[in-house]
């Protein structure tokens, strides 16, 4: 059975820092794209940042230059590193892969076929 478990979600005040995990067991996803996503209560899933095989990148305009995305191929990981946090990033952040797409670059939800149950974030001003 194939399992994405974040960890790291919690509360945090504004400007403060937050690390998320994500990992994967019951098969790997060394080749696939990887990524992280928000949702808020009553609206579509949208992407945060998402990472190739390649460790080529994408980041959603909010997110570009305050968060990281990384991967540990080895552990069969995704990090996000949130960064300079504002209210505003309150949301459910869910890890995602996709094991359709090879060395290839995914940024849509509908493509990913993994996913985890999701950890809250909340940023308090």
């Known amino acids: 059975q194939v399992q994405l478990v974040e960890s790291g979600g919690g509360l945090v005040q504004a400007g403060g820092s937050l690390r998320l995990s994500c990992a994967a067991s019951?098969?790997?996803?060394?080749?696939?794209?990887m990524a992280w996503f928000r949702q808020g209560h009553g609206k579509e899933r949208a992407l945060v940042a998402t990472?190739?095989?390649?460790?080529?990148?994408y980041y959603s305009d909010s997110a570009e230059g305050r968060f990281t995305i990384s991967r540990d191929y080895v552990k069969n990981a995704v990090y996000l590193q949130m960064d300079s946090l504002k209210p505003e990033d309150t949301d459910v952040y869910y890890c995602?892969?996709?094991?359709?797409?090879?060395?290839?670059?995914?940024?849509?939800?509908?493509?990913?076929?993994?996913w985890g149950q999701g950890t809250q974030i909340t940023v308090s001003s």
């Open positions: 995602a892969a996709d094991s359709r797409t090879d060395y290839g670059m995914t940024d849509v939800a509908p493509e990913f076929d993994y």
């Open positions: 019951g098969r790997t996803f060394t080749r696939n794209p």
């Open positions: 990472m190739n095989y390649g460790g080529n990148t």
